[in-house]
Structures are given as C-alpha cells and as structure tokens.
C-alpha cells in the first residue's frame, strides 16, 4: 500500500491534474511504520518485543580475548613467554583476566543505563553474582575427594573459596552496584555534565586503588607458619606426616611472593587451607630447576616454596575489580558520544592517562622494593 493515497479529480481546468486525497500531515502508514499492528480476532494481544542491539565491536573484543585465553592455556606449557608471568613481569597471558573485567564493565554501562526499579535491578544483580561465584566454588573448589576410592564428599576444611568465576563475580556485583545506585540523574549535552554524571564511579575507583595501594606497602607482614606433608615412607612402613614451616618477615611493603600483604590478608581472612596449593611462583627460579615452568625443587629451595597463594585472593581482587570500572567509563563514552572521532578521542585520553598512572605506580613500587633490598645488605 503506497504511502500517499491519491484520486483522480475532473475540476474544471484541473481536470488533468491529480490531487492528494489526504493532506501531508495525516498520510496513512505502512505497517513497519505504524506504532501498533492490528491483532487477528480472538488472537491475544501481545506487546511486540524487540531484540536488544548488540555491539559488534564488544562481541569481537570477547570473541579476541576467549580465543587469547584457548591460547595461553593450551600452548603456554610449550611457549613460556605467552604463559603467566613467575611473579614480577607481564605476559600475553597476563592481560586475559583484565581484558575479561574490562568487557564486564563496558557490558554494564549498557544493561544499567536505564534503571527504573534499583531495588529489583540490585537483587538481579546480586542474584546472578552469587549465582556465577557458586559455579566457581563448584569448579575450582577442588573438594571432591575420594574419586579412586569410592568415597566422594565434600572437603569443606580444604575447599578453595575464591578463584577466576568468583573474581569476576565479585568485579560485577561492584561495577553494577556503581552504575545502579551512584550514576546521577543528570543529562548529558557537554563534558561537563558526562563528569557531573559519573564522577562519583571515579571516586570510588580512585578509592579502591588507594586502599589497595595502603595496604600492600602499609600493612605489617608479620612472621607466619604453614603445614606441609612430609613422606616419610619406606616399602615396609608408609606413613605420611605433616611438617610446620616458619617464614621469617617481619616488615612492609614487600612484594615478593614470601611477605606480601595480599598473601597475608587471604591467611588471615580465609586461611591457609583454603588457598591455592600450585601457586604460580613455583615457576621462578628460587622454586623450579626448569624456570619459568614447573619443576624440580633446587637446591637449598626457601621454603616458602611449598606454601600455598591465591592469585584470585580477597585484596587482588579487589584491586581487579577496577578493570571493571574502567570498561564503565569506555561503556559511558559509548553510549553519550555519537560519532567514532569523539570516542577515539575519549578513549585515547583516558587510555593515557591510566598508562602514565599505572608507569608512575611501578617506578613507585620498584623503588620501594629496591630501597629495601639495599637495607638489607650488609
């Protein structure tokens, strides 16, 4: 059906001459442009939905960072330097977990965008957090025991209660809690409205990273012990038993793996059994004779080897958590910049500055590292 309906009309001299029956302002609509469509009779009534677009760059980003993450844990082994860093240095490896918070935020700046009910958005949202932290409580918990012998159960005093899905469990609750309850209702026309809108996200970003930042070179790090089992066993008379190593510390700010704050929040927080028993500073050169992969004990290994560490513990969680922060504020750009040139723009700023902050953090915590070092020398 045409969108103009016209008719012939002899009229005098304007006999040949065809006229608009409707006036401009009241042209009859096809279908795909009419608000509503007429229902068969005795058909129920029912809203017409439409799909929620989807961010083809956001969907390439994920589909880059999973096949990044296929990568790393299948040819890691094999290619040292695209596997986890021992402990000081990055690797391709390392910018998985990142990159995986950063589309989270990003992903929320879009769902929370419009929030009519914050009470029920929140429960939704804590509802699939919780959901997504027990599925990682199920899979990395390792508390099914007893698999050669029949004997399944749940090892409730050694079960592993932080790990990758509960890292990103947690960085999502806080993100949405951010973008639900702390955005203002204010409407953006200018940079300065985009700050007055947000400023409070940063805020509480900028926070984060200086409680962080305190804790891992404020906190003291006293003298700790671990448990570790000891074969003892011959061919006539196995037995196994459980060892007490010390681990001397007593001081701040260090970030080797031995006396570090993040280690010492999870033991006291979570305890010693519920940690990580392979941590990845096994790999370094103090704890494997085929460094940077696992192996052998060296000679005169420290003993701080063979206890345990979380690399998705309570305080680097935390701090990861800002990675989600950050995918809100490129979420925000993208959603309140209508052309490419203004969010490139937006996102080469805030990538730069972030850059710049995170080079002054490192040259700040290598110079504390190193100061204290050279303290120790004779």
Known sequence: MDATVVAVASDGDDGDRRRPLLQTGNEILPYPESPSRPQPAGADAKPEQQKPQRVASLDV???????????????????????????FGVTVADFVMPAFLFI??????LVFKKTPNKIATTKKAAFRAIKLFILGVILQGGYIHGRHKLTYGVDLDHIRLLGVLQRIAIGYFLAAISEIWLV?????????????????????????????????????VPNWEFTVQTSNSTFSNPSNGVGIKTIQCGLRGSLGPPCN???FVDRVLL?????????????????????????????????????????EGLLSTLMAAVSCFVGLHFGHVLIH???????????????????????LLQLLGESAFYKRVTRREP
């Open 271 to 311: 305890g010693e059994s519920h940690l990580y028993k392979n941590p990845v500073y096994k790999r370094t050169k103090e704890c494997s004779i085929n460094s940077p992969d696992y192996g052998r004990l060296p000679p005169n290994a420290p003993d701080w080897c063979l206890a345990p560490f979380d690399p």
């Open 261 to 263: 704050a993040v280690g």
């Open 337 to 359: 910049c209508k052309t490419h040139s203004q969010r490139m723009v937006s996102w080469l700023l805030a990538s730069t500055v972030l850059t710049v902050s995170g080079f």
């Open 184 to 220: 203002n209702n204010t409407s953006v026309d200018s940079p300065v409205s985009f700050v007055k809108k947000y400023f409070v996200e940063w805020i509480m970003a900028i926070m984060i990273s200086a409680l962080y930042i305190g804790l891992v070179f404020g906190l003291y």
């Open 104 to 109: 989270i935020g990003v992903s929320a700046a």
């Open 61 to 87: 980003f994920r589909g880059l960072t999973v096949a990044m993450m296929i990568l790393v844990d299948d040819a890691g082994g094999a290619w040292p330097g695209i596997n986890h860093a021992p402990w």
